[in-house]
């Protein structure tokens, strides 16, 4: 499975745009990077996937590096309610597992 | 958009005894997943389900552990007989297929379960 890397923790100011960065050197070449975010007493929640190129939906922009060792999370003007532990995941395999690591912490102040 | 329940939210058992974990699927949903997560620690797969079937499980899914979906209810976990280590919240997941966006996971909301 391939090994991702993310800050402990990052904080940020209602509006602003945040990055969060991940680290995933050894990600193989079929491997899609998934980003869930979980708040205390719920599941995760998905957030956005990718696999080479670009992606963006209603909640985030992810920008995947051209030799896919690394990505960034960009979430614009965020609210109170983004404030959660974002996880980068690699999705391994045919069987759809999710390998989550410690997380970010992120902390989004009025 | 799509849930998945959980239930119970909470558990309380005596060592040794037996308990079942239910899940409530999003309806439509083919594949069915078990996760882990011991306070203060990372989230850990133990297990996929689909057509009747396991699929792939972690080390962590011992022996004691068993899933099921009997006739398209509850997608169930249980875990005979329960030990002191078993104390930990359970998430349960769906997902629609295995290809494209029918990846993605929707999570339930967890089980605790505290094992004495």
């Known amino acids: 499975d391939a090994k991702t890397t993310q800050p402990d923790s990052m904080e940020s100011t209602e509006g602003e745009t945040v990055h969060l960065p991940c680290s995933h050197a050894?990600?193989?070449?079929?491997?899609?990077i998934y980003w869930y975010r979980q708040v205390p007493l719920q599941g995760p929640e998905y957030v956005t996937h990718g696999l080479q190129q670009n992606t963006t939906n209603s909640m985030a922009f992810l920008a995947i590096a051209s030799d896919r060792k690394s990505s960034t999370l960009i979430l614009p003007h965020v609210s109170l309610r983004d404030a959660a532990v974002y996880h980068c995941?690699?999705?391994?395999?045919?069987?759809?597992?999710?390998?989550f690591g410690q997380g970010t912490v992120l902390s989004v102040i009025p | 958009g799509p849930k998945v329940l959980q239930i119970p939210s909470h558990q309380i058992i005596d060592m040794g005894q037996m308990v079942t974990l239910n899940c409530d699927p999003v309806?439509?949903?083919?594949?069915f997943y078990w996760y882990k997560q011991i306070l203060g620690q990372q989230m850990e797969f133990l297990v996929n389900?689909?057509?009747?079937?396991?699929?792939?499980k972690s080390k962590l899914f011992k022996d004691q552990f068993s899933v099921e979906r009997p006739d398209g209810s509850y997608f169930t976990l249980k875990i005979q007989p329960t030990a002191l280590e078993d104390s930990a919240v359970y998430f349960c997941?769906?997902?629609?297929?295995?290809?494209?966006?029918?990846?993605?996971?929707?999570f339930g909301p967890g089980t605790r379960l505290t094992v004495l």
């Open positions: 389900f689909y057509n009747g079937k396991v699929m792939e």
């Open positions: 309806s439509n949903h083919l594949y």
């Open positions: 997941a769906s997902s629609l297929g295995l290809g494209g966006r029918s990846y993605e996971q929707y």
């Open positions: 995941t690699p999705r391994t395999g045919g069987n759809n597992k999710l390998t």
């Open positions: 050894t990600i193989s070449g079929n491997e899609y």
